[in-house]
């Protein structure tokens, strides 16, 4: 009887770590939304911005992927998608957005261009959330390029008089710009900007060979009003101006571009026939605790445990390892961290939302 006993003991344990190892999976699974990758090819050529794909290595290498509404839900009215080289000079861009009816009214560069319809980059290069730079273009090949030290949730700095330094743009219209009479098919841009943005003052410029940026991208289109043949956005029957559509590549899950935890991530490829770039681990361990970071800077911070005097989350599977965050609180703020299972690495989310990483001595 005994042993009986002892069987069924051991059975019904299986059964509840069975259970409970679900349980962590399907936390896991809920926990996390992959963001999507692109692969940047190095060119030997020559590229002439001039707005075509024209260049033999534009037409060789992949489009991305389409964009997606910025929630991550619907699908866009009209299509667009982009392409990447690079070289030891500069970083290229190349999109294709379909639009029947190219249109734009803002000249002066460093104005809200989104308030046309527009094509925009975000650029984070160490993926801390910080640091991290804007740019965006209308069908007039007009510019607004900033820097912004940190996201607008922690009260970050805005430098307008920021320049991408030597940036070439260029324009090409499949169709008539400004022309209501016609149904266009879209319009292309094509960028050149140089590596040297991102070099400190006495610095070195490092070009990322085989790493990669958190980089996203985005489109701003209006739904539009005409008045003798002139383009606007489209206003209600108050007056007021209908929301405008977001359009991005990998999706942010809220209308807010500046959550760079969100953005996707571009591998710099050299040298290697690669055709798939693998997200390190650890990253999925960091959207994980940017999912509790912005939970707590809602003030939704329940359900912490208190362990050995530790605030602790219940652990949860992330690539099929256990995963325990920790919140410590001070009289400064707080950190989120986590010790990664992978590399012993130990992540950080500080109160202003930086990321940091404290490495392993003994790797």
Known sequence: ??????????????????????????????????????????????????????????????????FIDIEGIKKPTYNTKFKMLWDQQYIYFFAKIEEPHIWATLKQKDTIIFYNNDF??????????????????????????????????????????????????AIHCNGTL??????????????????SFTTAPGGTTKVPENEYWRINFSRVNWDFDL??????????SYGNFLPEYNWVWSPQGVINMHEPEHWGY??????????????????????????LYRNVKTKNDQEWLSIHGELQKKPILIQGKPVVAVLEKNNFGFNIWAKSPFTNNRLIIHTDGKFTTDYDQTN
């Open 266 to 291: 571009v591998y710099f490829n050299k040298g290697s026939k690669t055709t798939k770039f693998d997200i390190p681990d650890d990253e999925h361990i960091k959207w994980y605790l940017y999912k």
């Open 178 to 195: 400004n022309n209501s009479t016609d149904i266009d098919q879209g319009w292309t841009v094509e960028v050149a900007i140089p590596w």
């Open 1 to 66: 009887m005994d042993i009986i006993n002892k069987k069924s003991l051991k059975t019904k344990k299986a059964i509840a770590l069975l259970l409970f190892l679900l349980y962590l999976g399907a936390i896991s699974l809920m926990a996390q939304e992959t963001p999507r990758s692109y692969i940047a090819e190095n060119t030997v050529e020559n590229i002439f911005i001039d707005g075509k794909m024209n260049e033999s290595a534009w037409q060789t290498t992949d489009w991305s992927s389409d």
């Open 120 to 169: 925009e980059i975000f650029l984070d290069p160490d993926g801390d959330t910080h640091n991290y730079y804007e740019f965006e273009i209308n069908a007039l090949n007009t510019i607004w390029d900033l820097y912004l030290s940190k996201p607008y949730r922690n009260k970050g700095h805005v430098t307008d008089a920021w320049d991408f330094k030597g940036i070439k743009t």
């Open 227 to 236: 008045d003798n043949g002139t383009y606007s956005r489209k206003k209600d």
